[in-house]
């Protein structure tokens, strides 16, 4: 996502979507994300598995951080918020860290290799979760496979 340090911010996340899938346009780099996010979420409930309570307590913690930082990438990067919901899982498995670096690893090849943009996480770092989120869940509903998502009739909802 190019960034202009003077434009105002985005200040929803109905507004950032489109921008979002306009920095996915490559189904290659979509199926790299698609790739990552899923080893994320398997890994993820793995380390759920390993240390049940550990982790149930630090992504109730998450969900609570999510929630109350909802409004803040409107104003300024949520960046704090992330970090804190990565040490808190890192606390309370390794394991989920190591969930966290698989995914940006093949999301970002997506960004740098492919695309030869700058991933979104860098300034909208909650949306960009968010979206991601939103674009491997319609991708495992069979959308979002092929050709250009904000090309005329893509269903991108």
């Not at 999510?66 to 498995?93: Q, T, W």
Request: with cysteine; charged share 15%.
């Amino acid at each position: 996502m190019k960034v202009d340090p003077q434009a105002p911010r985005i200040s929803t996340f109905t507004d950032f979507w489109p921008k979002y899938l306009g920095e996915h346009r490559d189904p290659r780099s979509r199926w790299l994300h698609f790739c990552g996010t899923s080893g994320f979420l398997a890994t993820l409930l793995a380390a759920v598995a390993q240390a049940p309570l550990r982790m149930g307590l630090a992504l109730l913690a998450s969900a609570v951080i999510f929630y109350l930082s909802r409004a803040v990438e409107a104003r300024r990067s949520g960046v704090l918020s992330l970090l804190a919901v990565v040490v808190l899982c890192a606390v309370a498995n390794p394991m989920s860290l190591g969930a966290v670096v698989f995914a940006y690893a093949f999301a970002w090849a997506g960004h740098f290799l492919i695309e030869k943009n700058r991933p979104a996480t860098f300034t909208y770092p909650l949306w960009s979760l968010a979206g991601d989120m939103r674009m491997v869940s319609l991708m495992w509903r069979g959308q979002l496979w092929r050709g250009d998502p904000l090309a005329a009739g893509a269903s991108v909802t």
